[in-house]
């Protein structure tokens, strides 16, 4: 790992109508995916398991897991670090409401995303990947 570089698994969590499921923590202003650093020992899949159960409340599907790619972007809350961010799509089971260092969750369209303070990942990166992956024509 490079100094000044935040390792990260990052989730993409869509809905039935292609919106984008974000988080902000708390005493912070940035929105962006759910996720978080690896302890010691977890694999990428562990580690995103363990976060989205302890900020969200909820369970990752283990059979929809996807990967996306690793993707580098300016860290939100750490001034002068950059984040390098493994990013999954999946679904999840359960009711999703915020715990732990989790204030706020929101649902947002990725192709008009609306006018909120956006981490540089998740603006540069998860947004424009997930409105080019969202469904077109959503029958529900």
């Known amino acids: 790992m490079d100094a000044g570089t935040i390792e990260i698994v990052a989730a993409l969590?869509?809905?039935e109508k292609g919106r984008?499921?974000?988080?902000?923590?708390?005493?912070?202003?940035?929105?962006m995916q759910p996720g978080g650093k690896r302890e010691a020992g977890e694999n990428d899949l562990a580690a995103l398991s363990?976060?989205?159960?302890?900020?969200?409340?909820?369970a990752v599907v283990r059979s929809s897991i996807r990967p996306l790619g690793k993707f580098d972007a300016v860290a939100a809350n750490e001034p002068g670090f950059r984040v390098r961010a493994c990013l999954y799509e999946v679904d999840v089971t359960g009711a999703i409401a915020p715990s732990q260092e989790i204030d706020e969750t929101i649902w947002i369209d990725p192709g008009a995303p609306p006018d909120i303070p956006l981490a540089p990942l998740?603006?540069?990166h998860v947004l424009p990947l997930a409105a080019m992956r969202r469904p077109g024509e959503a029958t529900s």
């Open 13 to 15: 969590i869509c809905n």
């Open 20 to 31: 984008v499921l974000l988080v902000r923590k708390r005493g912070t202003t940035a929105f």
């Open 50 to 58: 363990r976060e989205i159960a302890e900020e969200l409340g909820c």
């Open 122 to 124: 998740t603006r540069d």
